[in-house]
């Protein structure tokens, strides 16, 4: 793990848009994802990111807005 947070755009099997903030890389976090479906039949964002605390305690959603000037 690094110490800079990124940013994933994640649609959870409600097809709804959710923004995640991790430090894992995509590669992890995929790891993560499989592991998770196997033991689920669906994935909701909000319950995901509960269990992804458990391999980063400051992931967390994010939301996103839009700024212009």
């Known amino acids: ?5 990124l940013i994933y755009r994640i ?3 409600q ?6 903030s991790s ?3 995509h590669k992890k976090l995929e790891e993560i994802v499989e592991e998770y479906k196997l033991n689920n039949e669906n994935v909701y964002a909000k319950e995901f990111i ?3 605390s458990k391999f980063d305690p400051e992931a967390h959603e994010v939301e996103v807005r839009d700024f212009y000037f």
Do not use: G, I, Q, R
Not at 1 to 5: E, K, L, P, T, V
């Open 23 to 25: 430090v894992l890389d």
């Open 15 to 20: 097809e709804e848009k959710h923004y995640l």
């Open 11 to 13: 649609y959870d099997d």
């Open 1 to 5: 793990m690094n110490n800079c947070a």
């Open 50 to 52: 509960s269990h992804l």
